[in-house]
């Protein structure tokens, strides 16, 4: 059996991505099919960290824009994030995995503050870290969590979760005639306004040497197919870094 060409990643998923059809709240049946998938790739030898959004419960930008005060509404969806953490953690200790949750707010009743160390050990041993409430900060998404924490733990690459394919120049659930990225650069999602991740953790990605993969998580097997090294979605890099 070949072996993985990525040892440690992070996993980014949308909080959208958890609530599958339904638009709001958690599909166990999506839940079970991440864990089982992650799973694969951690009997392998990977060492995966999971970032995960809240917007299937709350987004703090649709909050403010609603006339609430910008930090409380982001503060609201950081605990967001946490609901969707433990989801995960329970469905991938069903499969056997061990876990840790920690959070960028303290709550020490349900998880592990945050510390750089203990994840990294945590990952050394095997097990899964699931880091919730984001960076910790309002006016910060959870793709720029995904893309500090991929900094500070050395991960070699991001998978960006979607519901889509890829990248496209345009939304391919509502243009037919929308085109597929296969390869991208960090400086052409700025200049062309994509929809890949916000513009503070492309920046934090591209200056730090971060790959990404935007991939549909709805197709079984796309994490470990990512991981072999299998040329799916749409790979970004950055400018000086060669093609893989």
């Known amino acids: 059996m070949d072996s993985p ?18 638009g709001f709240g958690i599909d166990a049946n999506v839940v079970n099919c991440i864990a089982t998938q992650t799973k694969e790739v951690v009997d392998m030898g990977v060492e995966v960290a999971v970032v995960v ?19 409380t509404a982001d503060y609201m969806g950081m605990l967001a994030t946490v609901i969707n953490a433990l989801a995960l953690q329970d469905a991938f200790e069903n499969l056997g995995m061990e876990t840790r949750v920690q959070t960028a707010i303290e709550m020490r009743e349900i998880a592990e503050p945050y510390i750089r160390r203990r994840a990294i050990r945590h990952l050394e041993k095997g097990r899964v870290v699931i880091f919730a409430a984001g960076t910790g900060n309002p006016f910060f998404s959870t793709d720029t969590a995904a893309a500090l924490r991929a900094i500070e733990l050395e991960a070699e690459i991001i998978l960006m979760a979607k519901k889509v394919d890829g990248v496209y120049d345009a939304d391919p659930r509502k243009d037919p005639q929308a085109k597929k990225f296969d390869d991208l650069h960090f ?34 097997g796309n994490i470990k197919r990512v991981v072999m090294g299998e040329k799916i979605g749409t790979f970004v890099r950055g400018d000086d870094e060669n093609d893989e």
């Open 53 to 71: 959004g809240g917007g299937n419960f709350w987004r703090g930008l649709a909050g403010s824009n609603r006339g609430m005060d910008r930090a």
């Open 187 to 220: 400086i052409e999602i700025l200049n062309k306004r994509l929809s890949v991740m916000d513009s503070t953790a492309t920046s934090l990605c591209m200056d730090n040497h971060i790959p990404i993969v935007v991939f549909n998580l709805n197709e079984t």
């Open 5 to 22: 060409k990525f040892r440690r990643i992070v996993l980014k998923l949308s909080g959208e991505a958890l609530a599958g059809d339904r």
